[in-house]
């Protein structure tokens, strides 16, 4: 038996070496026979084998037959993800395992994280706290587990881009992008230009310039 990954070796050896000669029949394809040695070695691959070993000195053969399991295993790959981020940005970490067939899954009180089953993307955007974050991989009846703790810092609300063009010329098409340091805020515009109007989600104030001077 053996798992899988497993370096696996075996030799096998007889009272003649100098005049034996080995040969190996398996269908186990990742097994190599060293003739020199009689030594059989290879990567274990998750399965049930025949192996067949033949020692033969020109006179005497001598045969060892048996059947190889190697057990199926599921190890992380990718499961060391970022345990602190500040408020308001877009937070994202992918597991990942050796089995391409494996479901995720996440238990958390971060209700504004999610975990894509397929592909171990987990993601949201972060709110103010202290979370539980326990990430399962499964596949049949193997489970991997990450448990941690993620902080999340209160970083206060602050202008990334807000110097727009304060002259423009009447009957053109104005516009500019306001910014801030966190995602998800919502923008709103209070002033006199009736024909000025902002996107509240991404906050481009935008409209077709009239002659006057505005606050």
């Known amino acids: 038996t053996a798992n899988k990954g497993d370096s696996y070796s075996y030799d096998f050896n007889t009272n003649d070496e100098g005049n034996t000669t080995y040969a190996l029949d398996t269908d186990a394809v990742w097994l190599d026979l060293e003739q020199g040695t009689g030594t059989i070695s290879g990567t274990a691959v998750a399965g049930t084998y025949y192996v067949n070993v033949t020692a033969d000195n020109g006179t005497v053969e001598l045969y060892h037959n048996y059947t190889l399991t190697v057990a199926m295993t599921l190890n992380w790959v990718n499961h060391s993800p970022s345990e602190s981020a500040n408020e308001g940005v877009a937070y994202s970490y992918t597991f990942s395992v050796d089995e391409d067939d494996a479901v995720f899954s996440l238990t958390t009180d971060a209700e504004w994280l999610s975990i894509n089953a397929t592909t171990g993307v987990l993601s949201g955007t972060t709110e103010d706290g202290?979370?539980?974050?326990?990430?399962?991989?499964?596949?049949?009846?193997?489970?991997?587990?990450?448990?941690?703790?993620?902080?999340?810092?209160?970083v206060p609300i602050a202008w990334v881009n807000h110097s727009p063009t304060a002259s423009v010329n009447e009957g053109v098409a104005y516009a500019y992008t306001f910014t801030t340091n966190k995602d998800g805020e919502l923008f709103l515009l209070d002033g006199n230009a009736s024909w000025l109007s902002i996107n509240a989600t991404t906050g481009v104030l935008s409209g077709t310039a009239q002659d006057g001077v505005y606050s």
């Open 130 to 154: 202290e979370f539980y974050v326990n990430v399962t991989a499964t596949l049949d009846e193997l489970s991997v587990y990450e448990n941690y703790t993620l902080t999340i810092t209160n």
